[in-house]
């Protein structure tokens, strides 16, 4: 997985701060980004889209926006993407993705990321201090 960012740092405190890491999903490079606007907001979309200031788009995106995003593990198997979270990701209206995902919902009582480690998920990093601006504005 490698990690992408943003040239501009976020010491200057301007507008929303970004994070993204890249996944290969057979032929596919897919894009996991976080954006976080303020203290009460985070959004994590899962993208084909690699340029980290385009934000989650509902039209082609699979994204959560919540207060706090919970942990999140994903693993590639079989030319898919598997997702293993307490959060539901929104897939895209458009219904067009290049890979398919399949969400593992899990209620907060059955989640444990001991059982995601044993059932071979890896767990998505995406560290606040690795968060950067945007120097052009983000896609609505």
């Not at 084909?48 to 509902?58: A, K």
């Amino acid at each position: 997985m490698t990690q992408i960012n943003c040239n501009s740092n976020a010491v200057n405190g301007r507008g929303p701060l970004y994070s993204i890491s890249q996944v290969s999903v057979g032929q596919y490079s897919i894009y996991f980004k976080k954006e976080i606007r303020g203290r009460n907001y985070e959004g994590l979309s899962i993208s084909s889209d690699g340029d980290l200031c385009n934000g989650p788009s509902p039209e082609t995106d699979f994204f959560v926006n919540t207060e706090t995003i919970g942990k999140t593990f994903y693993k590639v198997e079989d030319n898919e993407l598997q997702i293993y979270s307490q959060n539901v990701f929104t897939p895209p209206k458009t219904g067009n993705f290049p890979v398919n995902i399949v969400q593992k919902g899990i209620s907060p009582i059955e989640y444990s990321e001991e059982n995601a480690i044993k059932l071979g998920y890896r767990e998505l990093l995406l560290p606040d201090d690795l968060l950067k601006t945007c120097d052009k504005p983000s896609k609505p």
